[in-house]
């Protein structure tokens, strides 16, 4: 049989401020042999996530990607040849599958992977059911808390976390504004995802508007960009209010984090402000994840997959995310199931 | 009867940064007859605390001193005169009694007093019992949690609130960092309070020192000053680690606020940055104050105390704080009890 070749984007140089494609080299060469334990993934869908800047630069929460490696990314794949008992052709699985073509894997460490249930659209499996809508659920609900009659302010509002963390504290009984960029994000934050308003930061100044739309003050910031919009929300919270830290993609892309000026209120409102990173709650995926799916087909719970297509395009689509230009979830897809799909 | 004379500083301008004694007016009038419900306290000792200044600039937690009252103070004082049923002659009440000789009070709203108990010494009713020994006992206990065998730093470490927090956290097992100003602070932080060691603020970068003497990170900080040393501790903290903002007192004269650079450190980390107010815990003192006393008792905890005496340099004792003069707790005598004080 002849060796299959395995496009992949390489990490060749370190970001300081945003990256550039020459950051990545674009190689091709043939897969290797299974050892015995190992598998061999078809990737299929890749996830952009703005936690990648983070993996590029330096080390996290997770050590940094090494130079001369494959892209890191989480994606979803079919496997295609098996040496390793426990995963099957024609299964479906999702894990950090890279800017690559085909994923070598023996399922352990890094190169883990968990199956996909069969009959789980596959790009659901990295927008809703994956780290962002995670992130959404367990942000509002346990870092959050939101309540009823509660406000609660999301920036982002028209992203993969953003845009499910609102509709949740809007089931919740809260009332919801959104921060997005750009007319078109606004209304489909208001009219689709069922906002009580949404603030277009690009063209309204935050501040005042946040004090128009919030008269009542603001009880949970649910945090995607940090920065000035973090600062005019801080200027705003109520007693005992609850800032959720998600993202600061304002400063993923810049060589410093733009300071915060209005931390006091804190004190004075006994506020808390308090990240987390989502890998902490994957022992509880799996409580999340029956809810959403019983939102979503209540109709419930609208989900925006913003798609791009192609390996070739995987460095200019990760890109969208810290212009702003991404709507919805951003995902490229690189191939379809080569195979019937097996559970 | 001839009329007793109260003297009394008023607060009469507003201060942008520091205060200055022109901010005060002092005067010399005639203490009213009591009418029916009211009765008259002999002020004896006054607390000086960071929050003071928030009152003379703006709305907080509370409504700010209106320009011509009396400066608001906390402080403990002798019931000499009353008209009203359940105060009587003698007893010893705290509450704020302002900077003036005597205080008229109906035992409502912000004149409302508590009685203190008969045989505890009356500067502890506002320094270990008071509201900066009970910021550092709830501040410590119920925001920062401090487990046995954790990082605990504290800023502020020789100050009324500081030298309480680091030796509560050291009573419950946790390694203990205090950071003052000056050697002579930091010997009494390290061989009278028994902290693990001190940094002087003023001699040595904090940074690398909390590098050295914190190898394993830092767990919990508790925050009296804000600014730049909130900003070198969050560089360095643990995986959910606790910031516990109970003041800022780097910020209180200055103009604006200095902003904090490294706060998406608590997304990396996980960590908790939350403020407090001590007044809501009011319900609580009963359960802490017996906890301390107990402490003082055995000699496990080391109260200092900073004692001004006279009126006329209220405005010069508060000030202290702000330059970092006071060792421990700042507390001002203008009178001894003038009756037996009976309970």
């Excluded at 109709?299 to 969208?320: C, F, H, I, S, Y």
């Amino acid at each position: 049989m002849q060796a299959r070749t395995n496009r992949r984007w390489l990490l060749v140089s370190r970001p300081e401020a945003m990256f550039a494609e020459t950051d990545f080299k674009w190689t091709e060469s043939p897969v290797p042999a299974l050892k015995e334990g190992e598998f061999l993934v078809r990737n299929l869908w890749l996830s952009c996530d703005p936690t990648q800047m983070g993996w590029m630069k330096r080390d996290t929460y997770v050590p940094k990607i090494q130079l001369g490696e494959v892209m890191r990314a989480l994606g979803v794949g079919q496997v295609i040849e098996s040496r390793h008992p426990d995963y099957h052709v024609g299964e479906v699985v999702t894990g950090l599958l890279g800017w690559q073509d085909y994923s070598v894997s023996d399922g352990r460490g890094l190169g883990s992977v968990e199956k996909v249930p069969a009959g789980v659209p596959l790009s659901l499996v990295l927008s809703l059911f994956g780290i962002t809508g995670m992130s959404a659920y367990f942000g509002t609900v346990e870092i959050g808390r939101v309540q009823p009659g509660e406000t609660f302010v999301v920036s982002s509002a028209a992203g993969a976390v953003g845009s499910v963390a609102g509709q949740i504290a809007k089931i919740r009984g809260a009332r919801v504004i959104g921060i997005a960029g750009g007319p078109i994000k606004c209304a489909w934050v208001r009219k689709e995802a069922g906002f009580d308003d949404a603030i277009d930061y690009k063209s309204e100044k935050v501040g005042p508007r946040l004090s128009e739309l919030c008269p009542k003050g603001i009880d949970v910031y649910f945090d995607n960009v940090g920065g000035e919009i973090l600062d005019e929300v801080l200027a705003r919270i109520n007693l005992h209010a609850r800032i959720v830290l998600c993202g600061s993609i304002s400063n993923y892309a810049a060589r410093e984090f733009r300071p915060l000026s209005n931390y006091p209120m804190l004190t004075t409102r006994r506020g808390r402000m308090e990240g987390f990173i989502i890998l902490d709650y994957a022992n509880r995926y799996s409580e999340a994840i029956p809810v959403l799916a019983g939102w979503l087909a209540e109709g419930k719970l609208k989900v925006k997959e913003d798609v791009a297509m192609g390996l070739r395009n995987a460095p200019k689509t990760l890109a969208r995310l810290f212009t702003g230009e991404n709507f919805g979830k951003q995902l490229l897809k690189i191939a379809d199931p080569p195979l019937p799909v097996s559970s």
